[in-house]
């Protein structure tokens, strides 16, 4: 178990290291371009989730909520969905899911992308 939680450990700080930088870039102004926007000139359901996430660093809730309200509502349901996942690859070394992680994991996609066709209407 010391070695899984080694290795997940390892693995969350070089994720937060990316995204730590990613944001620092965002805020600087250099962004991320969204392909699918430059593309089709529509919103991807993931289009102002960077600013979202730099709304959220200043607690600015309803500045993040204005950027992208769908992934605000779907990141505590994504944090209850991933926690009990992550409990089990710790002590038991596996990442199955239920059928009702998958059922939730399928609603969570479903209603994301479902906005991301609403936002362009």
């Known amino acids: 178990m010391k070695a899984r939680v080694k290795g997940l450990l390892c693995q969350a700080a070089w994720i937060f290291a990316l995204g730590a930088v990613l944001l620092f870039l965002s805020a600087c102004g250099f962004g991320i371009p969204c392909v699918f926007h430059l593309i089709t000139g529509w919103q991807c359901p ?64 479903t209603a994301f992308l479902l906005f991301g066709i609403l936002r362009n209407i």
Not at 58 to 81: C, E, I, Q, S, T
């Open 46 to 109: 993931g289009c102002g989730a960077t600013r979202m996430l730099l709304s959220l660093l200043r607690r600015d809730w309803k500045g993040a909520f204005h950027y992208n309200p769908a992934l605000m509502v779907l990141l505590p349901m994504l944090a209850l969905w991933a926690i009990p996942l992550l409990r089990q690859y710790l002590l038991e070394g596996t990442w199955h899911t239920s059928k009702k992680q998958n059922r939730m994991l399928w609603g969570m996609t």
